[in-house]
């Protein structure tokens, strides 16, 4: 609900910060004392058309401030939530007008557009009047209130899920569809890519492993050379160090025979001697292979060439070629199973297409029927509010193709004067009769999606019973949601659970315009002057007493 509401520099409003409680807000005072200045400035935290005009002669910006709360509110809260604003239960909104018509907002403490604002606090609060916010004035919204007094929202949310999906289905073909000629090619270059990394039998690491080969043979000769060398010097002569090394062990071990302190060296004498021999068998089985392999550099320089081409294709090594190869295989299944594709989706297009039909003529039949008791209703409750004549009808636009909301939209319709044919209600009613048509509508539906309402003018024209009885129905209103009401007639102010006094003042030269909380006292004493003007009597306060305690029976 609308908890604070704080103007600067607006009309004649230099400063004035007002508290608004649960239930029924009843705002009274002299005409031109600014009551619906304050209107105006909830018109501008709800998105409404700014002007320079608005700012109090001498300021260079005018702003209004609301606070909301919204404890309890999960629903608005995870909308907040969902456009980037954090909120603990309770949104700070401000809305600065400048000179030249510029305009600067901020929600929740950080930046936003006038867009923003609008999308966002129409979810918090509706303004019936003569304002841009005037639910009754858009026609779109007229669908979802005849669905609510039907009790088709369900049906319609139901409905909505279903063309959702047949909406994305529909794309999806179409998409499918109009990619048909360039999948084609598309399939024959995955084909192709796919063939080449195939053939050329990859596998991870091989090319660290060609490159050694390739530097081994490239440097053959050197190695064949050192590799005979080493063994010859070993092994293969009379003059190799392993003859002469098994002569030493010869002398060593027949020493030990006379000294056992030589023995354990004899043993290590014998393992070196294992040791050599093994190495030099090596090299002259390393020399063997080098001379083995005539022809293999070239097959290496090859081979690393056609890894090469792959690479500047596809990828900066073989597992990236094969990473790109995985994808390419992946997309030519999906590729392949097109035509598969095509014909589930024209299937699932036909069997939502059948759904939507069924759904959609149940809720068109829902619609006609929550119109005919529409129509009743709000003819009655427009008759109880001083409007006896006054014709209310809801007329319906079919269409063949189905939108989110069905295969209908509506506008409502509206005769206040008997002879005259019901018409557009934005062209045809004024703001009290609006008013009154949102009030009527809220005795035969009393939603609580918004959490604040604003009538302003609801009681214009309208005298004796009538106004109490409008009383009774912002009241019962008021039990499901915060309402502020302006008013002129006691009657109706008698029913309030907060009264606030709007006064104009002048001090210095100077208008302002201030607002005083009564108290019950005060109270009897402003629904005394709105009964009897400027001569107040003990007969007047009494009656006053006696309207204020009906009121709350």
């Known amino acids: 609900m609308l908890r604070e509401l704080q103007i600067t520099n607006l009309a004649i409003i230099e400063k004035l910060h007002v508290e608004f409680a649960p239930g029924l807000n009843i705002l009274t005072g002299e005409t031109g004392a600014g009551k619906s200045i304050i209107i105006d400035a909830v018109n501008l935290i709800l998105g409404g058309r700014a002007s320079s005009d608005l700012i109090r002669s001498g300021a260079r910006e ?99 899920s279903r063309f959702e999906a047949y909406q994305a289905a529909k794309n999806e073909l179409a998409a499918l569809e109009e990619g048909e000629r360039e999948a084609e090619r598309r399939l024959d270059l995955l084909t192709f890519q796919s063939a080449e990394i195939g053939d050329a039998k990859l596998h991870p690491g091989e090319e ?104 500047r294709k596809y990828g900066a090594s073989i597992d990236e070629i094969l990473v790109y190869q995985r994808g390419v295989d992946a997309e030519l299944e999906t590729l392949g199973n097109r035509e598969q594709a095509k014909g589930e989706l024209q299937e699932r297009i036909a069997v939502l297409e059948r759904e939507l039909e069924l759904l959609g003529g149940k809720l068109s039949k829902a619609r006609e029927k929550g119109a005919a008791g529409l129509k009743t209703g709000m003819e009655r409750e427009l008759s109880e509010l001083a409007m006896k004549n ?91 949601q915060q309402v502020l009401a302006i008013t002129h007639l006691p009657q109706v102010a008698a029913f309030a659970d907060m009264h606030l006094k709007v006064e104009k003042q002048v001090s210095a030269g100077r208008t302002a315009t201030s607002v005083e909380y009564l108290d019950p006292e005060a109270r009897v004493a402003e629904i005394a002057r709105m009964l009897a003007g400027a001569r107040v009597t003990e007969k007047t306060l009494e009656h006053a007493r006696e309207m204020i305690q009906e009121a709350v029976r």
């Not at 009681?459 to 004796?464: N, P």
């Open 62 to 160: 005018a702003s209004v401030e609301a606070v909301f709360d919204l404890a309890g509110r999960e629903a608005l809260l995870a909308t907040l939530s969902e456009a980037g604003i954090d909120c603990d239960g309770e949104l700070l909104v401000r809305r600065v007008v400048q000179q030249g018509g510029k305009n600067r907002v901020f929600i929740g403490g950080g930046l936003a557009t006038t867009s923003v604002l609008s999308d966002l606090c129409r979810n918090l609060i509706n303004i019936y009047g003569q304002h841009d916010a005037q639910t009754l004035l858009k026609t779109e919204n007229h669908l979802r209130l005849l669905d609510g007094f039907a009790g088709s929202l369900s049906l319609r949310e139901e409905f909505a």
């Open 208 to 311: 660290e492993e060609l490159a050694e080969e390739r530097l081994r043979l490239s440097h053959s000769g050197k190695l064949l050379s050192v590799s005979q060398q080493a063994f010859e010097t070993l092994y293969g002569g009379d003059a190799a160090l392993l003859g002469g090394l098994r002569r030493i062990i010869g002398t060593v071990a027949e020493a030990g025979s006379l000294d056992h302190a030589l023995a354990p060296v004899a043993e290590t004498l014998e393992g070196a001697y294992a040791q050599l021999e093994d190495a030099a068998l090596t090299l002259r089985d390393y020399a063997a292979s080098v001379e083995a392999e005539p022809g293999r550099l070239e097959q290496l320089e090859d081979r690393l060439d056609a890894i090469n081409r792959l690479q």
């Open 390 to 480: 006054a014709l209310f009808e809801t007329s319906f636009e079919r269409s063949a193709e189905a939108r989110n909301y069905g295969f209908e939209r509506c506008e409502f319709l509206f005769s206040p004067n008997p002879g005259e044919p019901p018409k557009s209600l934005a062209k045809i009613a004024s703001g009290g009769e609006l008013s009154r048509l949102m009030l009527a509508l809220k005795q035969l539906h009393p939603d609580s999606e918004v959490p604040t309402l604003i009538f302003d003018e609801v009681d214009t024209g309208i005298g004796g019973a009538t106004s109490a009885l409008i009383g009774e129905k912002l009241k019962r209103v008021a039990q499901s």
